[in-house]
C-alpha cells in the first residue's frame, strides 16, 4: 500500500506552476469573513471572476475533456490542483456551485452535441449551477418529486416549485429533476434537464437559514428546449443516482476537516495562558482528532477508488455518515471544553479563533444536505446485502 | 497512491485464511481455549512448516521478513481465526524484542529458534499496578551480586507465560533504570500462576524469588532497556492491531451473516433499521481501524519520521481496541440470545476483544501520547 502521491518531476514542476498562478490570479480583497453569509458583493464578483480565470485555464474540472471546456488532465495532475486550492481555501471565497454534480450525468448519458454544448460554461466557471432535486414534498424521498414537465412540440413547460437552491447569490443554470411523464411507475417517470435560470416563468425567494442562505424557487410555465434534457426521456432517475453517487461521498476528498486546526490552534493558546485540560477533556479532544483522522482516510480512500474507476459499495456512504455523525461529536467537545466562548462570532472582539468555532457550532447541525445521516445508513444497508433492497454503487465517473 | 494490497499480499491472505478455516476451525478454537494450557502442539507445528513464525524475523537470522505490511496481512487473517497467544508473544513481540535490544550472539541464538517454532519467548512486562509505560515497572527489581543479577517481585496478567521455555523480564535496576532479562520458564524462583477470569489468551501471574541470572542473560544495556523495549513494542503493537482488526472484521461479517438468517415477524431482522444500525456501527469501527492500521505500517515500512510513526500507532491501537470491543457489543445486540450461547462462538472474540483491549497499552493511554504530541 501507499498511502502518498509519489509526486513526478512533471508534477512537482505542475505544482510549481499551479502555485505561481495562484499567487498572481487569488484575489486580493482583505479578510474574507469566516461565515460565507457575510462575504460582500464586490467579494462575491471578484470570487466569480476568479473562478472563471480557473476556468478559463482549465483547472476548476481538470479531468474534463479539453473538448468540454476542461483540461483532460489526469487525475494525479488534477489532485495536485486540489490540494493547493485546499492549501489556500481560507483566501478564496466560496462560490456555492454544483456543476460537479450536473457534469457527470452529462458525460454519461448527454449526447456529444449535449457535452460540448452544456459542459464547457461550467467547466470554465462562467456559470454556477442549482442542483434542482428537493421539493416540498420531496425530501428523503426524492423520487416523490412533483415538478412537471411536460412535452409540447419540441419543447417542455416545466411547473412546480424546489427548494434549497444555491447559496445567497443566484445561479445562472441548473440542473433540474422533473415528472415527464406523471403515468409512468416510480423512478421511470423522470427526467434532468440542463436550464438557465433567467428563462421567463423563473421566480425565487430568499430561504433564511442560520447557515449560507438558499432560495426558494418557483416554475410557472417555463419553456425549455428538448435538447437540454440529459439522456433519453424517464432517465432522470439515472441522472439523479449518477449525482448522488458523488455527493454521498463517492467523490472522495482529500485532508482533515478544517475545524480541527481552529481548535488545535486555540487549544495552544489556552494552554500558554494557563488552561490545562484535565484527563476527561483530553481523552474527548483526542478522540475527535482520531475521529478526524479517520474521516480523513475514507476520504482518501473514496478519493483513489473514483480516480481509478473502481466502484465500491458502502463506501461513499459511509464517509457521508461519518464526517456528518463525527461533526455533531466534534461540536459537542468543543462547546465542552471551550464553554460559552465557542458560541461568540467574529462580529464580537472577544471571538477566539476569529470565530470559526462559533462558525463550526452552526455548520455542525447541518447534517441534511446531501442525504441524512439515517438515509446513509439506508443506502449502505442495501450495499452490505442487510436491507430487502440490495444494491451496489451506481455508475457514475 | 494506491490502497489495494499487493498481488502477494492477496495470495498470502487468502492462502492464510483456507488454511486457518480448515485448521482452525470454531470447535478447535473453543477446544483450545478450554484446554489448561491453551496450546494445541499439532496446530503449532503446522504455522512453523508454512513459515508463519518466522514472517516477523529477518533473513539474516534465519527468518523471512519482507516487510510489516506483509506480516499484518497474515496476523489479521491470524487474529480472524483467533489463533492462539504463543504466536504473537514469541514469533512477534518477542522476536522484535530480541531483534532490537539483543547482541550478536542473543540474536543469532535465540531468533532462528523462534523463527522454528522450537523455543516460545514470552514478554514479562506489567505488574499488578497495570500499565505500559516505565512508571508502572517497579515491582519487579533486580539487584547485582557478584556477576550476577538476582530478581524479586511479580508480574501481572503476562500472557502464554505457561509455554515459555524463556521469559523476557523487564525489571526495575534502579530509581530510572529498567533493564530487560532472559529468565527460563522453569528456572528455580520463577513460580507461574494461571489467573482465573473471562480472558481470550491465558494470563499469568509471574512470581520471581531470588531469581539468579546471569549477566550473559542482559538484554541490551543495564538501565537502558525501557526504549529498547519501547521501540519494539510499537511494531509489536501495529501488528497486534492488525490481529484485532482480523477479529473485528469477522465479528462484523457474523453480524451480518446472522441478521439474513434469523426471521422475526416473518422477516430476515436485517431488514430493521434499528438492526441494520448495529451493523454499520460495527462496520464503521472495522474500517476506522483497518484503515489506521494500515496507514501506520506504510509509515513504519517507508521510515517516516519517529513522531509521525509513533502518533500512527496510537491512533490505530486507540481505533483498534475500542472497534474490536464495540463491534463485538453490536454483533451481542444482532444475535441476542443466540450469541450468548456457546456454541455460536461469538463469546471467543467478546473476550478476546476485552483481554487485547488494554495490552500494549489502553486507549486511555495512546490517547495521553498524543496530546503530548499535539502539544495540547
Ligand atoms: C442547507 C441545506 C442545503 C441544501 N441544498 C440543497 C440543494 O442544493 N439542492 C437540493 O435539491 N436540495 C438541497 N437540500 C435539501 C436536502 O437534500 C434535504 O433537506 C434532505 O434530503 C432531507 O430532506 P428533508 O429535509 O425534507 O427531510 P425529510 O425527508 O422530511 O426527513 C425528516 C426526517 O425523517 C427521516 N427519514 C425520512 N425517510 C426515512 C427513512 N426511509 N428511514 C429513516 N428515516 C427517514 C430523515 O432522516 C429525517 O430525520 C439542502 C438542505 C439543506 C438543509
Known sequence: MDFEIVYTKGQQAFRKEVRDWLDKNIPQIGELPVDGQHITPEQDKAARAFRGKLGEKGWLFPTVPVEYGGKGLTWEHAVVIDEELSERAEEIPHVPDNSSLAIPPLLIYGTEEQKRRLIPPMARGQVTTWQGFTEAEAGSDLAALRTTAIRQGDSYVINGHKLWQGGPYPAENWYLICVTNPDAPRHHNLSAFVLPTNLPGISMIPQQLFVYNRHQVFLDNVKVPVENRIGEEGMGWQCVQATLELEHGGSGRIGLPKVMDHFLSYLREAKKAGRILDALERDRVVDMYINAHVERLFGLRNYWQRATKQWGTYEGSQLSLWGKVQGLNRSKTVLDVVGPDALVNEEDSAAKVRGWLEEHQRQSVLTHPGATIEIQKVIMARRIAMSATQERAAVTV | ?376
Open chain 2, 1 to 376: 497512491m494506491n490502497l489495494s494490497l499487493t498481488e502477494s499480499q492477496q495470495l498470502l491472505k487468502n492462502s492464510a485464511r483456507e488454511f486457518l478455516e480448515r485448521e482452525l476451525p470454531r470447535e478447535e478454537v473453543r477446544r483450545i481455549d478450554d484446554s489448561p494450557n491453551g496450546f494445541s502442539p499439532d496446530l503449532w507445528r503446522k504455522l512453523v512448516s508454512l513459515g508463519y513464525t518466522a514472517t516477523v524475523v529477518p533473513e539474516a537470522y534465519g527468518g523471512q521478513r519482507t516487510d510489516f505490511t506483509d506480516a499484518a496481512v497474515l496476523m489479521e487473517e491470524l487474529g480472524r481465526a483467533l489463533a492462539p497467544g504463543p504466536f504473537f508473544s514469541s514469533a512477534v513481540f518477542s522476536a522484535l524484542i530480541i531483534e532490537t535490544a539483543g547482541n550478536e550472539n542473543q540474536k543469532r541464538t535465540l531468533l532462528p529458534e523462534i523463527a522454528q517454532g522450537r523455543r516460545i519467548v514470552v514478554p514479562a512486562v506489567t505488574e499488578a499496578d497495570y500499565g505500559w509505560d516505565p512508571e508502572h515497572i517497579k515491582q519487579v527489581t533486580a539487584t547485582r551480586r557478584g556477576t550476577n543479577w538476582v530478581l524479586n517481585g511479580a508480574k501481572f496478567f503476562v500472557p502464554d507465560a505457561q509455554l515459555a521455555d524463556q521469559l523476557i523480564v523487564a525489571a526495575r535496576t534502579g530509581a530510572r533504570g529498567i533493564t530487560l532479562f532472559l529468565v527460563g520458564g522453569n528456572q528455580t524462583g520463577v513460580n507461574i500462576r494461571n489467573i482465573s477470569g473471562w480472558f481470550g489468551d491465558k494470563l499469568n501471574e509471574v512470581t520471581l524469588s531470588k531469581v539468579s541470572v546471569e549477566a550473559s542473560h542482559v538484554l541490551g544495556t543495564v538501565h537502558r532497556g525501557w526504549p529498547l523495549l519501547e521501540s519494539a513494542m510499537e511494531k509489536a503493537t501495529l501488528l497486534l492491531c492488525s490481529y484485532m482488526v482480523g477479529g473485528t472484521g469477522k465479528v462484523y461479517d457474523m453480524t451480518v451473516d446472522y441478521s439474513q438468517r434469523r426471521i422475526q415477524f416473518g422477516r430476515p431482522i436485517g431488514t430493521f433499521q434499528r438492526v441494520q444500525d448495529h451493523a454499520i456501527e460495527g462496520l464503521n469501527y472495522l474500517d476506522a481501524a483497518r484503515w489506521l492500521t494500515y496507514e501506520a505500517l506504510w509509515k513504519l515500512d517507508t521510515n517516516k519520521p519517529a513522531k509521525e510513526v509513533t502518533e500512527a500507532v496510537s491512533m490505530a491501537k486507540t481505533a483498534a481496541s475500542e472497534g474490536y470491543r464495540g463491534a463485538a457489543g453490536h454483533a451481542h445486540e444482532v444475535h441476542a440470545g443466540v450469541g450468548v450461547d456457546k456454541e455460536t462462538g461469538l463469546y471467543l472474540y467478546t473476550k478476546m476483544a476485552r483481554t487485547l483491549y488494554h495490552y500494549l497499552g489502553s486507549p486511555q493511554q495512546h490517547k495521553k501520547r498524543i496530546a503530548e504530541l499535539l502539544g495540547i
